[in-house]
Nanobody, 125 residues
Framework: QVQLVESGGGLVQAGGSLRLSCAAS????????MGWFRRAPGKTREFVAA????????YYADSVKGRFTISRDNAKNTVYLQTNSLKPEDTAVYYC??????????????????WGQGTQVTVSS
């Protein structure tokens, strides 16, 4: 059973940066994609970024494009989310997820099979 553990969240002032990590264990085969989602207080969970494992293609929500960068380290079975120029509206619990299925797109929660418990990111103004 795949287990995902996020880390790197914290409290940061607007304009600051955080690097989130998601370490995978128990994997018997490589995923098709890994992604980051977030849930802000009082809102539904939304897509943030995704990366295809085979070729490293990346995808971003419009709200974070140009500020966030998703990357992977195959040897460490780890995916990262570098968050720069953080805004108060970025405050949320950030979740990493893994998809074991091929899909044309990786924006939907329904595509992902495994989820971490989340790490809190709080951005103050």
């Amino acid at each position: 059973q795949v287990q995902l553990v996020e880390s790197g969240g914290g409290l940061v002032q607007a304009g600051g940066s955080l690097r989130l990590s998601c370490a995978a264990s128990g994997r018997t085969s490589r995923p098709y994609a890994m992604g980051w989602f977030r849930r802000a207080p009082g809102k539904t969970r939304e897509f943030v970024a995704a990366i295809e494992w085979s070729d490293g293609s990346t995808y971003y929500a419009d709200s974070v494009k140009g500020r966030f960068t998703i990357s992977r380290d195959n040897a460490k079975n780890t995916v990262y989310l570098q968050t720069n120029s953080l805004k108060p509206e970025d405050t949320a619990v950030y979740y990493c997820a893994e998809s074991t299925y091929y899909s044309l797109t990786y924006y939907s929660e329904q595509v992902y099979n495994y989820w971490g418990q989340g790490t809190q990111v709080t951005v103050s103004s």
